[in-house]
């Protein structure tokens, strides 16, 4: 049975198979595989889903985690943690709203935001892990 305890390496977990779906789902569009994609980009979105829900329950349950770093670690941590949180709010929206013009076959729009969901969706997830090490294995 997983504990509140549990849920951040979970989050980290399901922020790196983002990640990965991320990456593999771009690489499928680029080869033309637009099936591939397409499973590739609904699995992402269904990882940052439970991400996102098993993150609300850590936090309803927990509060705040705070960091334990000292001295210059502390000014990278909190500039890698303001740009995720601003860059994590706003791809909730940027996410739906790709996949929705790509599910309805709107390719065109699809690509043009597509351009900017890839890089900031693979940025959030990317310091999602790095910020879950800050916090609880490097400097705990």
Known sequence: MISVSDLPLLN????????????????????GNIP????????????????LTSYLIYHY???SQPF?????VRPVYFAILLSHTVLATLIVPL????????LKGN????RRIARWTYPVWLYVSVTGVVIYLMLYQIFR
């Open 68 to 72: 334990q770093g000292e001295g210059w």
């Open 95 to 102: 996410a739906i709203i790709t996949l929705r013009r790509g």
């Open 12 to 31: 980290a977990f399901l922020n790196t198979c983002s990640a990965a779906f991320l990456v593999i789902g771009h690489h499928f569009m680029k080869k």
């Open 61 to 63: 349950h927990h509060g």
């Open 107 to 110: 390719y065109e729009v699809h």
């Open 36 to 51: 591939a994609h397409r499973k590739s980009m609904i699995t992402v979105f269904i990882l940052s889903g439970l991400f």
